[in-house]
């Protein structure tokens, strides 16, 4: 039996594997390789998409199931397939989205499909640098993708106007109809009703079957469920202190190669 034959190891992304340069560090790719060779099983448990991510996995080892899109979907990155893939629905916010994207212009609004990004924000009014963070992504109207699997809808904008945009969705009698989390300071996220990280743990738990120990490393509230699905629920330092909270352990910050930590010094 090899060292971490047992162990899978699920990281964020943003805040945790990467650091504030949205870079991974050489320590923690050579931490990975090794874990790995030992027998580990390393995925990521991301927001982002299979498209969007491998931007930023280069030469970064995945050999287990990992969750994307914040818990809509469990993906097989080698054979580049979805192993469970949740859907909004998407007929049923078409007038709520309407309504933001005439009421809030400063809020960029994606909606994220199996094969593509996109942008139903005019082009004219999308923030630069939340575009280019983004991609792949093509700009569209709501009518154009109205047909397509939607499996979360991302709002990008200041706090207190997607905190406003929250507000409105008891209006629209939506709320029953999708799970909702603030990703970060400047993105809010629609998924589908009862979808979450946490959620997609515990059928990433089924897929491997019994035996294996999970450990799962996270920074903000998206990150909550799944650190408390997991069996150990570990925070980076700049996690949020709620995060910090409901951890089992606390790590270095991301900056400071957290991954390598995890690997070297607690599992």
Same mark, same amino acid.
């Given at each position: 039996?090899?060292?971490?034959?047992? +162990?899978?190891l699920?990281? #964020?992304m943003?805040? !945790?594997l990467? %650091?504030?340069?949205?870079?991974?560090?050489?320590?923690?790719?050579?931490?990975? $390789?090794?874990?790995i060779?030992?027998?580990?099983?390393?995925?990521?448990? !991301?927001?982002?998409?299979?498209?969007?991510? *491998?931007? @930023?996995?280069?030469? *970064?080892? =995945?050999?287990?199931? &990992?969750?994307?899109?914040?818990?809509?979907?469990?993906?097989?990155?080698?054979?580049?397939?979805?192993?469970?893939?949740?859907?909004?629905?998407?007929?049923?916010?078409?007038?709520?989205?309407?309504?933001?994207?005439?009421?809030?212009?400063?809020?960029?609004?994606?909606?994220?499909?199996?094969?593509?990004?996109?942008i139903?924000?005019?082009?004219? &009014?999308?923030?630069?640098?939340?575009?280019? %963070?983004?991609?792949?992504?093509?700009?569209?109207?709501?009518?154009?993708?109205?047909?397509?699997?939607?499996?979360? =809808?991302? @709002? $990008?904008?200041?706090?207190?106007d997607?905190?406003?945009?929250?507000?409105?969705?008891?209006?629209?009698e939506?709320?029953?109809?999708?799970?909702? *989390?603030?990703?970060?300071e +400047?993105?809010?996220?629609?998924?589908?009703?009862?979808?979450?990280k946490?959620?997609?743990?515990?059928e990433?738990?089924?897929?491997?079957?019994?035996g294996?120990?999970?450990?799962?490393?996270?920074?903000?509230?998206? #990150?909550r469920e /799944?650190?408390?699905?997991?069996?150990?629920? =570990?925070?980076?330092?700049?996690?949020?202190?709620?995060?910090?909270?409901?951890? #089992?352990?606390? !790590?270095?910050?991301n %900056?400071?190669?957290a991954?390598?930590?995890i690997?070297?010094? /607690?599992i």
């Open positions: 039996m090899t060292k971490y034959e047992n +162990i899978i699920l990281s #964020d943003d805040g !945790t990467l %650091d504030s340069n949205s870079k991974v560090s050489i320590e923690n790719k050579q931490a990975i $390789s090794e874990f060779a030992q027998g580990g099983h390393f995925g990521i448990a !991301t927001g982002r998409s299979q498209l969007n991510a *491998v931007a @930023f996995l280069e030469n *970064v080892e =995945i050999n287990t199931p &990992s969750i994307l899109y914040n818990g809509c979907a469990l993906y097989d990155f080698a054979a580049k397939k979805f192993l469970a893939l949740y859907k909004l629905p998407n007929k049923e916010l078409e007038k709520y989205l309407r309504y933001c994207l005439k009421n809030f212009e400063n809020v960029v609004i994606q909606a994220y499909c199996p094969d593509m990004n996109y139903i924000t005019p082009e004219k &009014s999308a923030d630069p640098r939340i575009v280019s %963070d983004h991609q792949p992504c093509v700009f569209c109207r709501i009518e154009d993708i109205i047909e397509e699997p939607w499996i979360k =809808i991302l @709002f $990008s904008g200041k706090p207190e997607l905190k406003a945009l929250e507000n409105k969705i008891m209006d629209f939506i709320e029953e109809k999708i799970s909702r *989390v603030f990703s970060s +400047i993105y809010l996220e629609f998924l589908p009703p009862l979808v979450s946490g959620s997609m743990v515990t990433l738990r089924e897929y491997m079957g019994a294996y120990k999970i450990y799962a490393v996270g920074d903000y509230n998206n #990150d /799944m650190l408390l699905a997991a069996d150990i629920g =570990i925070a980076t330092r700049n996690a949020l202190q709620c995060i910090k909270d409901i951890a #089992d352990m606390i !790590t270095v910050s %900056d400071e190669s991954i390598a930590d690997i070297y010094h /607690m």
